[in-house]
């Protein structure tokens, strides 16, 4: 259903599709996204409901009594994912609701603590903002009880900001307002599970009856929305999320798998009943509500999120099923199934410059899931690969060494199969990428036309966490382009890739 841009479409033999230029995919990626958001095919209204549960560790959801979100999850998408950590910024509230609202992380947003001191709201507002430059006429709310909600995360273009003393008091006010006013698009802020997870730690009773209590919050809500006059004549995407978790103990800022897991669940138009996905975001909440509400994100805005409906998996996800547990990882848990150094169908690697031996994980060229990798070793920036979605690949040369290998340094190379490319144009090369540099390393990529000889397109010494966009020119005549991602380091750190796409 999407059109992609993935090299696995072109290895399922779309080529065709693989290489329409970028715009007209994204525009049409758009249009995909809104086809029941006011558009002529229907007359039902959009709007949008995003409730942000302060501090809610979804893997303690099992245990809780929680029976409007677990209907939420059964009707709709239910996507965990894993978010940043020092030293990108700390799992705290200010950055996670920064993230959730705007769309981009915050090595971009810039909000990296509570204090909010340098955030660029200028660069990359929140959501409700842009929705109120795109049209005023938009009818937008807040309503949170952490108050930086309303006073700082969301920006005075909203059309009301309104606090609550309690998340009682905040669920009686988003009730009323969701009853009586005509709002298009509200976020709602409930902080006291977080309350809980401080005092009590996510292993207590108490945290698990905090989490009960916010679930009937969000079934008020839910109730008010379909008691409406006029909800048969609507169309609502209800989406709830949370800002971090909290460590089994208690507390959250830090780089623990339980402090960072978090989690999208959504409802609506293009949400299948009971679908779990792997490759979406906090980011995409965004701009997954602003295309909703009509409102194509802009790729000038260079949000890092897209709509949920505009995301298509990548040749490395379909790896998932084949993922193996630990060999050398031994503080891994020994059911964690992450890694593996097959590549997928049309992708190389050649190994024939790496040594014998060393960690089996990460000897040369590698695939893996954030939870698998980034939990390897904690607080050396692998919690900071945000751009990636699911399976990614990944060269470590940190890892590697952490086990005795032959002499030599880690070498290996990635290669692309072969891509559709038309002669005598540009091509644009795009992949999602984090180069983080500690001690001798290299990453240069290059293209070769009609497995001609390899030029260098883009080479990588400092350290680098994007999503790129290169432009290169394809010689007359050639049909064909591969993808060369060659990585050396001496016990550094590493170079992750995902994402890779190539529209000629
Ligand atoms: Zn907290």
Known sequence: MHLSRSLRAALAGTVAAAVLPLAASAHAAGGKETPSSGAANTTKRPKSLVIGIDGATFATFDKAKMPRVKGLMASGMTATSNLYAYPMAPTSSGPGWSSVATGAWPDKHKVVDNSFTGARHDLYPDYLTRLETADPALDTAVVGTWSPIRDTVFGPRVDTRLGGVSDADTTSTAVSLLKTTDADAVFVHLDEVDGAGHYYGTEHRAYREALGTADGQVGRMLDAIASRATHADENWQIVVTADHGHAPGGG????????????????????????????????????????????????????DGKPVGALAPDAFDVLRPLLNSRVD???????????????????????????????????????????????????????????????????????????SHGAGQFDSTLSSPALAVTGGGTATVSYATHYKVDGPQTGDVHVSFDNGPRQLLRSYRTDHNAFEKLTVAVPAGATTARLHFHYTGTNSAFWTIDQVGLTS
């Open 329 to 403: 990882e031994l503080a891994l848990p020994s059911a964690l199934k992450g890694w593996t150094t097959a590549a997928p169908d049309g992708w190389t690697v050649d190994n024939s410059a790496m040594p014998a031996g060393g960690v089996t994980e990460w000897r040369g060229w590698s695939f893996a899931t954030d939870e698998f990798w980034s939990n390897t070793d904690l607080g050396q920036a692998r919690e900071t690969n945000v751009r990636a979605r699911d399976v990614f690949a990944v060269a470590d040369s940190d890892e590697w060494d952490d086990k």
């Open 252 to 303: 959250h800022g830090g780089n623990t798998p339980g402090e960072r897991q978090t989690f999208v669940i959504a409802k609506g138009s293009g949400f299948e009943p009971g679908s779990v996905r792997h490759d979406v975001k906090v980011t995409d909440i965004a701009p997954t509500a602003l295309a909703h509400l009509g409102v194509a994100p802009d790729p000038s805005w260079q949000l």
